[in-house]
């Protein structure tokens, strides 16, 4: 604002504003419109009628007036300005210095940078070569890569094209398997479905047969199975046929129980189509669950029974054989080894066993053990006592003679089933042949205090050595 130099000044008529400038011509046109302006107010004041001023030489005085004002107002200002001046001119010579020094920095980075620029040349230009010698290197190798390459290429679509043509053969066998496959799981599909229909037509015949021999009815379970001479005999049987053993014995008891325990009103028959007795520990051992069981146990002679076989039959709760069943009885066999007071203690444990078995069945015939023993050696020299059943029943060895034998258990085909043998804890009783042709049967080792109570008349039965 100061170096625009411009002063406001305003007149006591309030009509007058000079601006001073850094020129006097603007304030002399100023001065000279404002002398205009006061002429006019000087007119229009005289038009009042006091006086008679010249309105000319006010108007002189006020321009002389403001002439001087201007030049002293423009003094001033040149004095307000002259330390500006030279505050410039300090300001321009520094300036000048440091543009000089500027120029002196420039050209010494101008030479830096042209000797930057030369060796800059010169490493590029090393590296050009290098980069060429590179390239040239590169070009050669790529070369020989394209070489390779095509050379792979060729080999690779050679092989793809083997591989395709493989591909095509193998594809075209696998149609030719799929098809054939196909036919002969077609095949297969009408032989299977010819095997599912001779299966069920088999399967069909099959279970015929099975219904034919099967016995498709309920067993007719009785308390009194014996009536009008026939015996009818349910699915609660236990075969005993051969000689006795302990095995024999285990094989009874156990079925005897479970009868019991399935029921304990229907009786229970012990078959004996044939045995020659046995073990007399053994037999008394199936007296002992006969007569220990809550269900009736009924024996049954079809064929033989003799010794300890004849013992169990009439001892029995009740018993029954056909007319021409033969039972046995005898004493107890003795076969005795050892020194002569030994042959005495094993002499009287038999005494003690004969005693025990004969004595109830002589009591059942009425007679005494001495009597009972006299008659069998009145009916044979060798003591062996033989009645046929419808005797027997007579001398009360068995209960009830019979005519007919209903089997009720047998309800399935005799014919279908496979022979099961009775299981066994040793491998005796199987028929061998001795050195002279003749055919025996080797009896177990009996256990201590012991005897075998049973017919053999011909050695067929021989003690295991």
Known sequence: ?????????????????????????????????????????????????????????????????????????????????????????????????????????????????????????????????????????????????????????????????????????????????QLHLAELNFKKAQLDHRLAKLNTEISLRERRDVWKNRVNADINYTNEPFKDGTLTISDRRIALNGPIGMDTADHIADRIDYFNNQNREHPIFIVIDRSPGGSVMAGFKILKAMHGSVAPVYVVVKSFAASMAAGITTLAKRSFAYPNAIILHHQVLSMAWGNLTVQKEQLRDLEEWWRRLAKPVAKKMGIGLDDFIKEMYKHRSTGDWIEWGDRARKLKWVDDLVETIREESYDKNPDTLPVVLPPRRHPFFAERVDTNGRRYVELPRLDPVDGYYLFNPDNYYRLAR
């Open 1 to 177: 604002m100061k170096r625009c130099g411009r002063f406001l000044s305003m007149a006591a008529s309030g009509a007058v504003i000079a601006l001073v400038g850094p020129t006097a011509g603007f304030a002399q046109e100023s001065t000279g419109s404002g002398a205009k302006g006061v002429s006019g107010m000087t007119t229009g004041v005289g038009s009042t009628g006091k006086g008679t001023t010249d309105p000319l030489a006010d108007l002189r005085k006020e321009q002389g007036r403001l002439a001087l004002e201007g030049a002293i107002n423009e003094l001033k200002q040149r004095t307000q300005l002259a330390p500006l001046a030279a505050e410039k001119a300090r300001l321009e010579l520094e300036a000048a210095i440091a543009r000089l020094k500027l120029e002196v920095r420039l050209a010494a980075i101008q030479t830096e940078i042209e000797e930057l620029t030369r060796k800059g040349t010169l490493l590029q230009r090393r590296a050009l070569a290098q980069d060429l010698e590179r390239k040239a290197l590169l070009d050669t190798e790529l070369a020989e890569t394209r070489i390779k390459f095509e050379r792979a290429k060729l080999a690779n679509d050679l092989a793809m094209q083997l591989a395709a043509g493989k591909a095509r053969e193998t594809m075209q066998r696998q149609q030719e398997m």
